[in-house]
């Protein structure tokens, strides 16, 4: 019996290094894809909840508006029109202010993915954790 040449060992290492890379990246692929579809998810369950809840409010704003104007429509009707006009406007203007503001916050999309790859990149001996 004759010993492979050494060529052809290290071409099955190679070749074994190179399936291993492929796995690693076909996971990490398959985990971006689903943090994408739980992201999207969440999306469309947040604005659902949230258009429900807009719906409900604003419906909820003008009865109250209307019980207002009914209640003081013999004295003062115009200044009850007037300051639930700014009033309402007020919060509005504030609760937009303060959606923008969420926005703005960076996010965790893809936290997972990216903690996967720096624990890969620490597993293979790269000192520098990059940006």
Known sequence: MSAPPQGAGLLVSLRQLLGTAVATVQVRLALLGNELEEE?????DSLLWAALALVLL?????????????????????????????LLLG????????ARA?????GGLFRASV????????????SDPGP
């Open 40 to 44: 999207k998810l969440r999306l469309f």
């Open 102 to 106: 969420r926005l703005r916050q960076p």
């Open 91 to 98: 919060a509005g203007a504030g609760l937009l202010v303060r």
């Open 58 to 86: 604003a419906l909820g704003s003008l009865l109250l508006a209307a019980f207002i104007v009914v209640l003081f429509w013999d004295s003062h009707r115009l200044q009850a029109l007037g300051g639930l006009a700014v």
């Open 115 to 126: 903690n996967e790859l720096d624990r890969d990149r620490v597993g293979l001996g790269a």
